[in-house]
């Protein structure tokens, strides 16, 4: 079983996905406003409560931020590239994929999914080997958006911008010190945005996949940015675009 703690995302897996939680486990005393929302939508979707000492919860999310209260539920079930293809959010102009090129940080890969989600991407796709997956880590700092935003584990990743690449995607991948700026770029049509890993960016092979490579301005001392606000910059780049012809 997996541990999602933190009230909020919680509440978000209550929200969207009820059958997923199998059972709410709670530190005796738990007390307050949030804690009451989560064990209501518990109480209303069916999902067992369970009341132990907080020091049974700290053995469930050891050193995490739990407040109290954890939820446990089967594996996180992954999407496949299809269906994330699929997903296109109506109110967009294109589909937008999120491609990570061995991420290995797994709240880093929580952060990028909540930021996908909140510019609308389609989903968000990851290698099966050599890469973060899908932990309570991830759960926790997605803040509740894994619940709205399918992310799909492929075997081969260079093969995934293939398959995308035929459904009419143009591919870009992030690469500091490339010539061509963010903002050059129109972004009009299906748009897969490439990110690489911590330190060691795109490997050769997928950045040769890539249609476009582009770099983000930078002007202090420091080379580059944290991947997880790295594609934050670009997909806001993309949206800011995307909105001029939507």
Known sequence: MQVIYG????????????????????????????????????????????????????????????QGIVGLCPEYAYSNLGAVIASQRPDAPFSLVVLLDGLTDPQNLGSIIRTAHCCGANGVVIPEDRSASVTAATIKASAGAIQHLPVARVVNLGRAIEALKKRGFWIFGAEAGADLGMGSPDYAGHVGLVMGGEGRGLRPLIRKKCDFLISIPMRGQVASLNVSVATGVILYEILGKWGRVS
């Not at 067992?48 to 050193?63: D, S, T, Y």
């Open 7 to 66: 009230v909020h995302p919680l509440l978000e897996s209550l929200r969207s996905r009820p059958v997923a939680l199998a059972k709410i486990v709670a530190a005796e005393g738990r007390t307050g406003k949030a804690a009451e929302k989560v064990l209501a939508l518990a109480a209303q979707q069916g999902v067992p409560v369970e009341w132990v000492a907080r020091a049974a919860v700290e053995r469930l999310a050891p050193g995490r931020v739990h």
